[in-house]
């Protein structure tokens, strides 16, 4: 089974500052890696698929890279609305996982 | 529009069953490979279950294994989690979601909430 190890678990990070959030997987999984977005009270939302390929409607400060096993999700000028868990998937190999989220605060 | 429309939740006893569906809309179903996903009150995000457009290729968590079945019926775009002997920990949001070609999830229902408690 292959895990995924989100940092950090939770930030406080102020408009308009670059965030960056990685995404450690325990053995490689080549770029079969994915970044949702989860807003309170609403259901996850594709941000980012196979690492670094962008997705129809979501703002292009959004952005992600890595493979194998190390990968970045990058949130360019953060804005109010981006305040959301954040949580990276992995789809190599059964069983699927996902990372324990990270929490972005907005002060 | 692309939707998914989970439903079948509800309160259930330890050790009791449940069926969740989940209605596809707005895209060709069978040529989709479909998953189920919860998420515990205040929790993360779990993989639960996974089926391939023709029920040829199926997976579970090791949580759920041997007491979840997940199914579909193409004719009817519809995909089914069969939940037997219910725990307190599988109390959570189940959330179904679509598969994409490069196997990301998009879009997602907006979850069907089970609760486990006599």
């Known amino acids: 089974e292959i895990v995924l190890t989100q940092s950090p678990d939770f930030q406080s990070v102020t408009p308009k500052e670059k965030v960056t959030i990685t995404c450690r997987a325990s053995?490689?999984?080549?770029?079969?890696l994915h970044w949702y977005q989860q807003k309170p009270d609403q259901s996850p939302q594709l941000l980012i698929k196979?690492?670094?390929q962008s997705i129809s409607g979501v703002p292009s400060r959004f952005s992600g890279s890595g493979s194998g096993t190390d990968f970045t999700l990058t949130i360019n000028s953060l804005e109010a609305e981006d305040a959301a868990t954040y949580y990276c998937h992995q789809s190599s190999s059964l069983p699927y996982s996902f990372g324990q989220g990270t929490k972005l605060e907005i002060k | 529009e692309v939707q998914l429309v989970e439903s079948g939740g509800g309160l259930v006893q330890p050790g009791r069953s449940l069926r969740l569906s989940c209605a596809a809309s707005?895209?060709?179903?069978?040529?989709?490979?479909m998953h189920w996903v919860r998420q515990a009150p205040g929790k993360g995000l779990e993989w639960v279950s996974g089926?391939?457009?023709?029920?040829?290729?199926?997976g579970y968590a090791d949580s759920v294994k041997g007491r979840f079945t997940i199914s579909r019926d193409n004719a009817k775009n519809s995909l089914y989690l069969q939940m037997n002997s219910l725990r307190a920990e599988d109390m959570a949001l189940y959330y179904c979601?679509?598969?994409?070609?490069?196997?990301?999830?998009?879009?997602w229902g907006q979850g069907t909430l089970v609760t486990v408690s006599s």
């Open positions: 053995q490689s999984i080549g770029s079969s």
């Open positions: 196979y690492a670094s």
């Open positions: 707005g895209f060709t179903f069978d040529d989709y490979a």
């Open positions: 089926i391939s457009w023709n029920s040829g290729s199926i």
């Open positions: 979601a679509r598969s994409g070609y490069l196997k990301e999830f998009d879009p």
